[in-house]
Nanobody
Framework: QVQLVESGGGLVQPGGSLSLSCTGS???????MGWYRQAPGKQRELVAT???????TYTDSVRGRFTISRDNAKNSAFLQMNSLKPEDTAVYYC????????WGQGTQVTVSS
């Protein structure tokens, strides 16, 4: 049973930064990993992905502000978020886009002055 645990969220002012972390058990980290977010009243969206070899993709709204990375040896993935905007407010989750497993609890990110 794969378990994913996200951490690092919080309350930050517009323009601020946060660094999210995701750790997991099982073999999921042998695959590409992604960070998703779900804002109130909206569908969950994929915002960034990284292959095991380090190739990254980003949705247009976060490109240039967010950076996804991973540590394969530690079964971990990370999301560095800079220049945060109020519209980045959401619960953030990690998972594997190609082989979704049970969602973790996520970590709340709130961008507000």
């Amino acid at each position: 049973q794969v378990q994913l645990v996200e951490s690092g969220g919080g309350l930050v002012q517009p323009g601020g930064s946060l660094s999210l972390s995701c750790t997991g058990s099982g073999s999921i980290f042998s695959s590409a990993m992604g960070w998703y977010r779900q804002a109130p009243g909206k569908q969950r969206e994929l915002v960034a992905t990284i292959t095991r070899g380090g190739f990254t993709t980003y949705t247009d709204s976060v490109r240039g502000r967010f950076t996804i990375s991973r540590d394969n040896a530690k079964n971990s993935a990370f999301l560095q978020m800079n220049s945060l905007k109020p519209e980045d407010t959401a619960v953030y989750y990690c998972n594997s886009p190609g082989r979704l497993v049970n969602w973790g609890q996520g970590t709340q990110v709130t961008v507000s002055s």
